[in-house]
C-alpha cells in the first residue's frame, strides 16, 4: 500500500513539472504566423498588447521582439492592421511580469552582433518559455534557422524548411542567415 502510494505522489508531481515545462498554447487567435516550435519556443508575428496577457496566461515567461521602434503596424491574417508601438509592448510585458528583450532587427540589414545577441537570450534556460515575434516572423525564421544549425546541428536544408514554416519570406533575410551559418559554421 505504501509503495502506491509513493508511486502515485511520484506521477503526480511528475504530471504537475510536465505541466509547467512549457507553454500549453496551440496556437493564439489572430497572431500571424503563431507556431509552437516546441515545449520551449513559439514564434509568431505582432502580437497586440491584450494577447502578450493570453501568452503568459498560456505558460509563456519572456518575449523577445525582433522589430525595430520605427516600424508603425503589420497586418494580422487576413489583412487587418495591428498597431505597433514598441515602448507600449515593453511597458506592457513589464506589468504583467514577463522578460523583455529588444533586439531591433533591420529585415534588410540584419548584422552577427544581432544574432549573436539572440543566440545568447535563447541558451539562457530562465527565458523559456519564450515566444519570438517580428512583424509577420520572417526575420524570427532567420534567426531561428541560424540556431537550429548552429545549436541543434541539423542540416541546412532542415532548418530552412522549418524557418519557411515560421514566416521566412525575405529574401535579403534569408540571404543573410545562409551568410552567417556559410561563415561561422566553418568555426566550430
Given amino acids: 500500500m505504501l509503495k502506491r502510494i509513493a508511486l502515485l505522489v ?16 496551440s496556437g493564439v487567435e489572430g497572431i500571424r504566423n ?7 519556443i513559439c514564434t509568431g508575428g505582432q502580437p497586440t498588447l491584450e494577447q502578450l496577457a493570453e501568452l503568459k496566461a498560456g505558460g509563456i515567461r ?13 497586418m494580422r491574417p487576413g489583412g487587418e492592421p495591428v498597431p505597433y508601438d514598441a515602448a507600449a509592448e515593453a511597458a506592457e510585458a513589464e506589468r504583467l ?12 540589414a540584419p548584422t ?9 537570450i535563447l541558451a539562457d534556460a530562465q527565458n523559456r518559455p519564450i515566444f519570438i515575434h517580428c512583424g509577420s516572423a520572417s526575420r524570427v525564421g532567420a534567426f531561428w534557422m541560424i540556431r537550429r544549425v548552429l545549436v541543434d546541428e541539423w542540416s541546412l536544408e532542415e ?12 529574401e535579403k533575410t534569408r540571404a ?8 561561422h559554421s566553418q568555426r566550430q
Fill in 34 to 40: 503563431f507556431l509552437r516550435v516546441n515545449e520551449k
Fill in 10 to 25: 511520484i506521477l503526480l508531481l511528475a504530471a504537475g513539472a510536465a505541466a509547467q515545462e512549457g507553454p500549453a498554447l
Fill in 112 to 120: 552577427d552582433a544581432q544574432v549573436d545577441e539572440f543566440l545568447k
Fill in 62 to 74: 519572456a518575449v523577445l521582439n525582433l522589430r525595430r521602434p520605427t516600424e508603425k503596424q503589420t
Fill in 97 to 108: 511580469g514577463l522578460r523583455y528583450f529588444n533586439i531591433p532587427v533591420d529585415p534588410d
Fill in 176 to 183: 543573410f542567415a545562409r551568410d552567417y551559418l556559410a561563415r
Fill in 159 to 170: 532548418a530552412e524548411a522549418e524557418a519557411k514554416r515560421i514566416g521566412l519570406s525575405n
